[in-house]
């Protein structure tokens, strides 16, 4: 098998690459994946829906290696042809090349649209480990012979990083906050964990949020039904329409998920009176609730708070997950119990100046994030005496 020459293909919609052959790359076993995110059911939902593709600035073009006819690594790859929806932000790096007279755009990025959550971007079978190696090599390739500037891995792991970066990769460091499972027992053990002050907070916000006269209840796989999805595509547009502009995903995304995704996924959804009025929206993972989307049609005080972070600490706590990764920014999660952890993302510049540039901006910034989790995590809640465990 491994005298076989290694065939790297492109493909321009994930439909062409049979779910059972993706999937066994993405998810190599029977179990629960560990995220969601990468299964060829959530990246063809994506498709299928219009939410990439064609009008989107997400053009599809995963990678596909095939050794002696066998499929043994993907990864999915799109060109880009400006920087949204990808919360590890370049846009500073555009605006400098595009002034001195370069073309920073199209480029290529292995990524989840819309997705701000860490997995595994190179997706090998079990025992295939030149599979990875073939991807990085096939990215870059694919980026220099069509005379593109630059190819981004995002959201990468950090063994995926220190492989990359050991390949000739510029790789970067950000954070976000993560709420982790020290072995609680229900929410009055984590509440437990906190300083005095903190605790009376949280107890405070629980309250006031669950007092807005109605019910919260959390509902996955069929406990959701079609009328769910259209109150959250209206939570859902409000909240997209306020900070992008329009929304990523379409409302064909949603129908789809409710048929393929549903035991993926699960709502937390505020309502009173028959009418849902808030719901926030997690992805599950084999040890790991995602936060994803949250929105709300009527104003509450702290029902953000609940419906997102509290109500999912409590799903993670009962199901005996590990995590909580709560998506992109937000200093207030600091103050509920989510600590600062790294995120990771690999680059590859074409133009020399601007690699040159950039490396030295990554060398400076991952000085300054790892200054900052450290000075964040010391004004956690979480009392000193007691520090919160680490995974």
């Not at 006819?69 to 880009?80: C, E, F, N």
């Not at 992008?244 to 309502?271: C, K, Q, S």
């Amino acid at each position: 098998m491994d005298a076989e020459a290694i065939l790297i293909e492109v493909h321009d919609a994930i439909s062409a690459i049979p779910a059972a052959d993706w999937d066994a790359c993405a998810g190599p076993d029977t179990r629960r994946p560990d995220d969601p995110f990468t299964t060829h059911r959530f990246l063809h939902a994506l498709e299928e829906s219009g939410s990439v593709g064609p009008g989107t600035g997400w053009t599809p073009h995963h990678l596909a290696v095939r050794q002696g006819g066998r499929l043994i690594g993907v990864a999915p790859l799109y060109a880009k042809t400006h920087s949204q929806g990808e919360y590890i932000f370049d846009h500073g790096w555009a605006q400098g090349y595009e002034a001195a007279g370069g073309r920073y755009y199209p480029k290529l990025q292995i990524a989840v649209p819309f997705t701000p959550a860490t997995g595994r971007r190179f997706l090998t079978r079990p025992g295939a480990a030149q599979a990875h190696a073939a991807l990085v090599q096939g990215a870059v390739q694919l980026a220099a012979e069509n005379g593109l500037s630059s190819l981004h891995v995002t959201y990468c792991t950090a063994q995926e990083a220190e492989a990359g970066a050991h390949m000739g990769l510029l790789h970067r460091v950000g954070q976000q906050f993560h709420w982790h499972n020290a072995g609680y027992t229900d929410f009055n053990a984590f509440l437990a964990n906190l300083s005095s002050r903190k605790r009376k907070t949280l107890r405070r916000e629980r309250a006031r949020a669950q007092g807005f006269g109605g019910t919260i209840r959390q509902l996955s796989g069929d406990d959701i039904k079609p009328r769910h999805w259209d109150a959250f595509w209206r939570f859902y547009q409000d909240t997209g329409a306020r900070k992008w502009g329009r929304p990523y995903l379409t409302r064909a995304f949603f129908e789809i998920a409710h048929d393929t995704l549903r035991n993926d996924m699960m709502l937390v959804l505020a309502e009173r009176d028959g009418t849902l009025i808030a719901g926030a929206l997690n992805f599950i993972g084999r040890t790991r609730l995602f936060g994803r989307y949250w929105g709300t049609v009527e104003d509450h005080p702290c029902l953000h708070f609940e419906c997102c972070y509290y109500q999912a600490i409590d799903y993670a706590i009962a199901h005996g997950l590990s995590a909580v990764e709560a998506g992109a920014q937000g200093l207030h999660k600091l103050a509920r119990g989510y600590l600062p952890v790294q995120t990771h993302s690999l680059h590859w510049i074409a133009d020399p100046g601007l690699r040159a540039a950039v490396t030295r901006f990554v060398e400076a910034e991952r000085t300054a994030v790892g200054d900052e989790i450290e000075v964040l995590t010391a004004y956690g809640p979480f009392r000193k005496t007691h520090p919160e465990e680490q995974p």
